[in-house]
């Protein structure tokens, strides 16, 4: 009882020990935390039909990237007659989808995303076949690690949701992702470069499927979408500076890397087929 006199009721009496709290360190750390080599990408696991209520949809997963897709069509278009089908693609973020949290209803990071998965997909679907018809694809990310990744990753999973959905497409489109990071001359691995200001020899690692510590590093990102049935490239984008021997050294890379996600892909493909035909099969038949 006496342990109580000193106790005060009328304010928030804290713990009698503490803790000094943890604190970021400010020492520097490796500058990537990228475990796989530098010409390999992240093991892909692709999964079709997990959106009962949708015509087709695909979830995709590579480490640290998961994103979800549904496809919903062809509706029949409210506005004036148009002669091919309008490809309408929606991006979503969850708001735990990086560490910082995100607001839904504020971001304008969607939009781009959804305009590159567009421009990647739309050249693989016969739109002269639904007229006057709309395509719906609704895209949710529900995990980020590296905006190039994330793009192709969604580009992958909205091409084998529309196919599971039955539509006639000229080939499946697969995408992959690349960057390059400036390195001392003396690295072995290293591809070079020449400044074209000030003439010096600079050189550069190409690394494909960059998360998001080589994107914070990187020097520049390359993103091809392409059509492997087909050899043609759908969409390519660049951004920051890298000279014209190094882009044609990362689209032959990508371009490899495609052939080898187009191989995943109809494997995911022929899986939820056979999966749904035997789910028709062994199916009770309810009589009256």
């Known amino acids: 009882m006496q342990s109580l006199y000193g106790f005060d009721r009328r304010r928030v009496n804290g713990p009698e020990w503490s803790v000094p709290p943890p604190y970021e360190s400010t020492e520097p750390g490796p500058s990537s935390t990228r475990k796989r080599g530098a010409n390999d ?8 039909g997990l959106v009962t209520q949708a015509n087709g949809s695909a979830y995709i997963e590579t480490e640290n990237v998961k994103i979800a897709c549904a496809v919903y069509g062809p509706r029949q278009s409210k506005s ?12 979503k973020y969850a708001p735990f989808a990086l560490a ?8 304008v990071e969607d939009r781009p995303t959804a305009v590159q998965v567009q421009q990647a997909i739309q050249p693989s679907i016969r739109l002269e076949l639904f007229p006057k018809s709309t395509i719906d694809v609704f895209i949710t990310v529900i995990e980020e690690d590296g905006e190039a990744s994330c793009i192709a990753s969604s580009t992958v999973a909205a091409s084998a949701a529309l196919a599971d959905a039955g539509f006639e497409m000229l080939g499946l489109v697969a995408s992959c992702a690349a960057c390059t990071t400036s ?6 691995e290293s591809d070079m470069e020449v400044d074209e200001n000030s003439g010096a020899a ?18 520049a990102t390359f993103l091809m979408a392409c059509i492997p049935a087909l050899g043609t490239v759908t ?22 890397k495609c052939g080898d996600i187009h191989g995943v892909m109809v494997k995911a493909l022929v899986e939820g087929a056979e999966q749904r035909k035997a789910s028709q099969v062994t199916a009770p038949v309810v009589t009256n």
């Not at 990408?41 to 079709?48: C, D, E, V």
């Not at 004036?80 to 991006?91: R, S, Y």
């Open 41 to 48: 990408i992240r093991p892909i696991f692709l999964k079709t």
């Open 235 to 256: 969409n390519l984008r660049q951004t920051g500076t890298m000279t014209g021997a190094v882009a044609a050294e990362c689209l032959d890379q990508c371009l490899q």
């Open 202 to 219: 600079a050189s550069s690692i190409i690394r494909l499927d960059p998360d998001l510590q080589d994107a914070k590093t990187a020097s």
């Open 80 to 91: 004036t007659f148009h002669e091919k089908a309008k490809l309408n693609v929606e991006v």
């Open 100 to 107: 910082k949290r995100r607001n839904p209803m504020k971001e």
């Open 183 to 188: 390195v001392s001359s003396a690295s072995g």
